[in-house]
Structure formats: C-alpha cells, structure tokens
C-alpha cells in the first residue's frame, strides 16, 4: 500500500514529526511505502473559491499543490498529522486540505484509507473534540475510511511525547494497516 503522510507542523522535529516517523516506521515495517509531505515547507496558496475547477480541476493556481494532489491520487491512504492550534489542525494543513476542492471527485472515486495523527500541549478529555468532528466529516465527505486515530494529549513538547504511549501507538497504527 502507498501511504501519503501530510505533516503539517511547521516544527518538523516537534511531538507531530515524532508521531509521524513512528508510523511511518510500523507502516514500512508492514511492508507499505510511506511519502512524508511537510506541508508547512510547500508552496501552496489558499483557495480563493473561484470554482474555477469545477470541482474536478485542474486549479487555476499552479503551486506545490499540483505534485500534492499528484501523490495523493496515487496513494491508497493519505494521514492528515498536527499539532492542534486553537482547537483545530494546523493553518498550514488545512490550506492543503481546502485545495482538494479542485480534486473533489477523484478524491472521492479513490476510497482512500486514512488516519489522524495529532499532538496537544493540553490533556483535557475535549481537548479534541473540534478536530475529531472536523476529520469525521472531511472523512464522511469524501468518501474515505477511517483507519483510526492517534491523539496525544500532554504532548506539548518532544520530550513530553517522548514519555507518553503515543509513539508506540502511532507506529502500533501503521504496523496494523
């Protein structure tokens, strides 16, 4: 299986990074192939809305988002990884994550598997409630399975990660699929 992981942490050696090459190391332990985007690194403008695209592209822009869109259409999973900012992902991933408007029915025809993989500072048990809700219909909406989730709580800092199950939980995910 192709494994399309877009870490959209503009730390990239920060507690999402961590969760990410311990997934990335089960799902290659598996067997699978594991492409790493750091979105954070890729030139990529927000979508403007214009439609344009017609919903089936190609996007009038041309960035960074066209070789994305390229590998995740190849892929049979794409991971969505983040640190949790304000109570959602990244503002880095979710631009990505808006631009699959101009993808939406090959998005959609693919079935993709996918998964989340996202680190908070705070431990609260609705730490991710808004996030969870917002992956479930991105994953609703686009007709893609999900193959489970890694959310780490207390994980404000590498170190903290360190310390916690959450590595093994992430690579446990990956060895898993």
Same mark, same amino acid.
């Given at each position: 299986?192709?494994?399309?992981v877009?870490?959209?942490?503009?730390?990239?050696?920060?507690?999402?990074?961590?969760?990410?090459?311990?997934?990335?190391?089960?799902?290659?332990?598996?067997?699978?192939?594991?492409?790493?985007?750091?979105? @954070?690194?890729? @030139?990529?403008?927000? =979508?403007?809305?214009?439609?344009? =695209?017609?919903?089936?592209?190609?996007?009038?822009?041309? /960035? /960074?988002?066209? @070789?994305?869109?390229?590998?995740?259409?190849?892929?049979?999973?794409?991971?969505?990884?983040t640190?949790?900012?304000?109570?959602?992902?990244?503002?880095?991933?979710?631009?990505v994550?808006?631009?699959? =408007?101009?993808?939406?029915?090959?998005?959609?025809?693919?079935?993709?598997?996918?998964a989340?993989?996202?680190?908070?500072?705070?431990? /609260?048990?609705?730490?991710?409630?808004?996030?969870?809700?917002?992956?479930?219909?991105?994953?609703?909406?686009?007709?893609?399975?999900?193959?489970?989730?890694?959310?780490?709580?207390?994980?404000?800092?590498?170190?903290m990660t360190?310390?916690?199950?959450?590595?093994?939980?992430?690579?446990?995910?990956?060895?898993?699929l």
């Amino acid at each position: 299986m192709k494994i399309v992981v877009l870490q959209g942490s503009p730390n990239v050696n920060g507690s999402t990074a961590i969760l990410v090459e311990e997934f990335a190391r089960g799902a290659r332990d598996a067997g699978h192939e594991v492409a790493r985007i750091d979105v @954070d690194r890729a @030139d990529v403008a927000p =979508c403007t809305g214009c439609v344009r =695209c017609g919903y089936e592209g190609p996007c009038i822009q041309h /960035d /960074d988002m066209d @070789d994305i869109r390229r590998q995740i259409l190849s892929a049979d999973m794409v991971v969505f990884a983040t640190p949790l900012y304000y109570y959602g992902m990244s503002a880095q991933l979710k631009i990505v994550i808006d631009r699959f =408007c101009s993808s939406n029915s090959s998005i959609t025809r693919r079935h993709l598997k996918c998964a989340l993989l996202a680190v908070a500072w705070n431990s /609260d048990g609705w730490t991710f409630d808004a996030l969870e809700a917002h992956y479930r219909t991105l994953v609703r909406y686009l007709d893609m399975r999900d193959c489970g989730m890694i959310l780490g709580r207390g994980c404000g800092t590498p170190g903290m990660t360190r310390r916690t199950s959450y590595p093994q939980n992430a690579y446990e995910l990956g060895r898993s699929l």
